[in-house]
T-cell receptor
Framework: SQTIHQWPATLVQPVGSPLSLECTVE??????LYWYRQAAGRGLQLLFY??????ISSEVPQNLSASRPQDRQFILSSKKLLLSDSGFYLC???????????FGQGTRLTVV | GNSVTQMEGPVTLSEEAFLTINCTYT??????LFWYVQYPGEGLQLLLK?????DKGSNKGFEATYRKETTSFHLEKGSVQVSDSAVYFC??????????????FGQGTILTVHP
């Protein structure tokens, strides 16, 4: 069966510091991968998606970037965090031909 | 573009009460529709789905029917439990070739069930 791992679960970082969140998927190959952010107020916003190694599409302009160095690894990064980057970040995957997405447990990021 | 509008709530019910959370959508083509549930501090779990008109998704006593004529996908449960307390999200995925499984979410509805 497929599983998705996301870490860390919580993170408190000062303004201006770098960020690296990692997500890996097991039990499948060539998945679509996604990073969503859930800000206060509960809505989910798609930040990035990837349909293959090295292929990244950004949905919204922001202070963040994403990379996919391996087939089942997806990384969310920032060189300098802003207060507005605080939120709950969720990694997800779906089959190439499927419809539903499966989510990781999320990372609670607080920028102070 | 695609959009999902759902009842914002919060919704507060007594145990064994009937639940309805409304969801309507706007999309081109024929999207797939989903309900996800989020328990406190956790990620989203797929609750149920429907991929074509008149399909009924069901799971754990929850049901939703894909109504193309009213562009709706309302979530229902006949008798809620305290353990159903969570945030519920309606979502759609475009069936188009360039959608890549991207989801468009509603704002979420907080459900609290009291004993």
């Amino acid at each position: 069966s497929q599983t998705i791992h996301q870490w860390p679960a919580t993170l408190v970082q000062p303004v201006g510091s770098p960020l690296s969140l990692e997500c890996t998927v097991e039990g499948t190959s060539n998945p679509n991968l996604y990073w969503y952010r859930q800000a206060a107020g509960r809505g989910l916003q798609l930040l990035f998606y990837s349909v293959g190694i090295g292929q990244i599409s950004s949905e919204v302009p922001q202070n963040l970037s994403a990379s996919r160095p391996q087939d089942r690894q997806f990384i969310l990064s920032s060189k300098k965090l802003l207060l507005s980057d605080s939120g709950f970040y969720l990694c997800a995957w779906s089959q190439q031909t499927g419809t539903e997405a499966f989510f990781g447990q999320g990372t609670r990021l607080t920028v102070v | 573009g695609n959009s999902v509008t759902q009842m914002e709530g919060p919704v507060t019910l007594s145990e064994e009460a009937f639940l309805t959370i409304n969801c309507t959508y706007t999309a081109t083509g024929y999207p797939s529709l989903f309900w996800y549930v989020q328990y406190p501090g956790e990620g989203l779990q797929l609750l149920l789905k429907a991929t074509k008109a008149d399909d009924k998704g069901s799971n754990k006593g929850f049901e939703a029917t894909y109504r193309k004529e009213t562009t709706s996908f309302h979530l229902e449960k006949g008798s809620v439990q305290v353990s159903d307390s969570a945030v519920y999200f309606c979502a759609l995925s475009d069936a188009g070739g360039t959608s890549y499984g991207k989801l468009t979410f509603g704002q979420g509805t907080i459900l609290t069930v009291h004993p």
